[in-house]
């Protein structure tokens, strides 16, 4: 009776202790007793205390004596400076099991009671899950006090996230299974994530929260950041769903968001088989896909109109990754899906740049003149990311479809928009030197040509689209800014590679297909292009037949003679051209 009204009386920490002292004795005593008491017979009841840890037994006492639930609840009713104290102290808590964890040897006991002048702070060890604790009552007290956000984060939330998800921060790495083993990081990122999506909302908070996300991405090397991959797709998708917070963004906050778009854009993407979705297709990529969360997210801030002329064009870094992911991956559907992405951007940036162009006011103009100049290298850093796609991908489809996107780039109304010195510098520096590309790997391989005949049939068609179509569509906006030249003497290089030389011609009126008869076919639908463009050329005024001293004529017939292919060939163009009577504009068509 004397003690349980002392106990009323005393200390949290005083009844704690007492609590934790006859824990030990009981637990103590009950083993003496089955031992000295009852024989071992094999059929003893092992009781839980046995088997738990001290410092788990610690944790649940701590949880009877110490109600967590109402401190979060109450720290509502706090003074600023009151839950500065309190943030302070747990992230002090937190930053000292950091330090165990970077220290090479663990501290000795005799190092722990030293009490030299020189240590007058001791760090005792704190365990993996009340790290994980701490985490989660710091954000828990920051979720609580929303109205306070602000303050709260420039004073302890900020250096907190930021010395814990830095590039250089500690890991902890299980030797035996080489797994990370530290959930502290763990609650840490889910915390701050959780803390972005209630900060989105917040104006006046929303691009500084928001911003710290890019610490993720910088420490995306880390082994205990690479394996919350999943925690990280997830909270990406619950920022994004947030549309009209997302309008609040500013440079920090799209920054944020889009680079820990990339992050996850280039993790996973790897396609269920057939044997684990059992069933007779591909089953794609797995809900939780950090790639498919970042596909998901990207779509949406695509095609939300809210967003419609605020997302940054630096998303094309996201999705260029993320189709790089799904090539790693051999899934072609997000490969098919970025390329779809890209093409909406170049659509967005055609209405941008027409809204440009447009503008009549002198003190407005010299202004869009820079937002125009923007505009044209994000249109060219799309058209590079589908070149990419058609150069390096492994898939005849995926190819075949950025080679198809590339060439609608021009052709569509978006592309009529766009000055002939922007269209010559795409056309010279990516698609001419892409299709030369292309066409050279899809003769050398002798034995590819016969079995996969249809697919290089198609694919170099393309090719060769990709080069004259978009000439000879802006050609008068070419010829007007004397750029002609600049696109005409690559694309005339290409063709002397593949129609220069000997050619062997084969006259068998057997159907076999042969790869001497393939690479004939193919030069003929090639020089037939030529012939095309060289016609349209002459109709425009721009080439002579006659001997001239005009570059464009000199050039052109100086590399003709060079192709062997075209030799007994250059006579009937010419005889059409001087027999043809229409008009430029009817022959351009």
């Keep these: 009776k004397e003690h349980t009204l002392l106990s009323r009386f005393a200390s949290a920490g005083a009844n704690f202790e007492s609590q934790l002292v006859h824990e030990d004795m009981l637990i103590n005593n009950q083993a003496d007793n089955n031992q000295a008491d009852t024989p071992v017979t094999g059929l003893e009841r092992v009781e839980v205390p046995y088997h738990i840890s001290p410092r788990a037994r610690v944790r649940k006492r701590l949880a009877r004596a110490c109600d967590f639930s109402g401190l979060l609840s109450e720290s509502r009713f706090m003074e600023l400076s009151g839950i500065q104290t309190l943030l302070a102290a747990l992230t002090d808590i937190i930053d000292g099991a950091t330090q165990q964890i970077d220290t090479p040897q663990p501290a000795k006991e005799a190092d722990l009671k030293s009490t030299d002048n020189n240590s007058s702070e001791v760090v005792y060890p704190l365990s993996p899950a009340s790290e994980a604790m701490a985490e989660v009552v710091v954000c828990e007290i920051a979720l609580k006090n929303k109205d306070r956000l602000r303050s709260i984060w420039e004073s302890s939330l900020k250096d907190h996230y930021t010395k814990r998800l830095s590039k250089n921060g500690s890991e902890s790495e299980d030797p035996a299974n080489n797994t990370v083993i530290n959930p502290g990081i763990e609650k840490c990122v889910t915390g701050l994530l959780r803390i972005c999506c209630c900060a989105v909302s917040r104006e006046e908070l929303a691009d500084k929260v928001v911003g710290s996300l890019a610490l993720l991405e910088a420490a995306s090397d880390r082994k205990d950041i690479e394996a919350l991959d999943k925690h990280i797709g997830e909270g990406l998708w619950r920022i994004c769903c947030n549309v009209d917070g997302l309008r609040q963004l500013g440079g920090d906050g799209w920054d944020g968001v889009l680079r820990l778009a990339e992050m996850c854009a280039s993790r996973g993407g790897k396609a269920v088989s057939r044997k684990e979705s059992m069933t007779g297709r591909s089953a794609g990529l797995p809900e939780d896909d950090p790639a498919l969360q970042a596909y998901r997210s990207i779509h949406l801030l695509l095609h939300a109109p809210e967003l419609r002329s605020i997302v940054p064009f630096t998303v094309t870094k996201a999705i260029r990754r993320m189709i790089s992911t799904g090539e790693k991956g051999n899934c072609p559907k997000l490969c098919l899906a970025g390329l779809d992405m890209l093409h909406e951007l170049h659509g967005r940036l055609g209405v941008l740049i027409t809204g440009e162009v447009d503008t009549s006011d002198v003190a407005q103009e010299e202004s869009d003149k820079k937002d125009t100049t923007v505009w044209l290298d994000s249109w060219a850093n799309v058209l590079e990311g589908m070149a990419d796609v058609a150069e390096h991908s492994a898939d005849a489809a995926i190819r075949q479809h950025a080679l198809s996107a590339l060439t609608d780039t021009f052709l569509d109304k978006h592309g009529t928009v766009l000055p002939p010195s922007t269209v010559c510098n795409v056309l010279s520096k990516v698609c001419i030197p892409l299709a030369g590309k292309r066409i050279k790997i899809l003769l050398l391989d002798e034995s590819r040509m016969v079995s996969a005949m249809e697919e290089i049939m198609i694919e170099f068609e393309q090719c060769v689209s990709l080069v004259f179509k978009p000439l000879l569509h802006h050609l008068k906006s070419i010829i007007r800014s004397d750029e002609l030249m600049n696109v005409w003497l690559p694309l005339l290089t290409v063709l002397e590679e593949l129609l220069g030389g000997a050619t062997a011609v084969t ?77 430029p504009s009817d022959t351009a068509a």
């Design 507 to 583: 006259r068998d009126d057997g159907k076999e297909l042969t790869p001497d008869r393939l690479r004939t076919t193919l030069k003929e639908l090639a020089s037939e292009h030529l012939r095309n463009a060289i016609m349209v050329f002459h109709a425009s005024g721009v080439l002579e037949f006659v001997p001239s001293t005009d570059r464009v004529s000199v050039a052109t017939w100086e590399s003709v003679d060079r192709m062997t292919f075209c030799n007994s060939r250059v006579a009937e163009w010419k005889q059409a051209a001087m027999s043809n009577t229409k008009t």
